[in-house]
């Protein structure tokens, strides 16, 4: 089970911190990932971070968006900063064993102009 929180409304510019805690051992999962699905738009990769710790990001949000995790508290983040109204969306965070994934239920970020 996943369990995301920190989304909210925010002005352009701003920040805010994703949060997806899982109720296992974070490391158990292969990859852990951020997805974004604005309105009537499919759902797409954001970031993401392996077992061993590599991140990577999607251009759009390479340089404003930071991906990291915390083994203690088995949670994942998604810092975000210099927000865009682009980046309006529901966020999602995966986590990935070799042959299943789980999803968490979205948090919605808003970004006013």
């Known amino acids: 089970q996943l369990v995301e929180s920190g989304g909210g409304l925010v002005q352009a510019g701003g920040s805010l911190r994703l949060s997806c805690t899982t109720s296992e051992n974070i490391f158990n999962f292969n990859v852990m990932s951020w997805y974004r699905q604005a309105p009537g738009r499919q759902r797409d990769l954001v970031a993401f971070i392996t077992r061993s710790g590599t991140t990577t990001y999607v251009d759009s949000v390479r340089g404003r968006f930071t991906i990291f995790r915390d083994g203690a508290k088995n949670t994942m983040y998604l810092s975000m900063n210099g927000l865009k109204p682009d980046d309006t969306a529901v966020y999602f965070c995966?986590?990935?064993?070799?042959?299943?994934?789980?999803w968490g239920q979205g948090t919605l970020v808003t970004v006013s102009s």
């Open positions: 995966k986590a990935q064993r070799l042959a299943s994934s789980i």
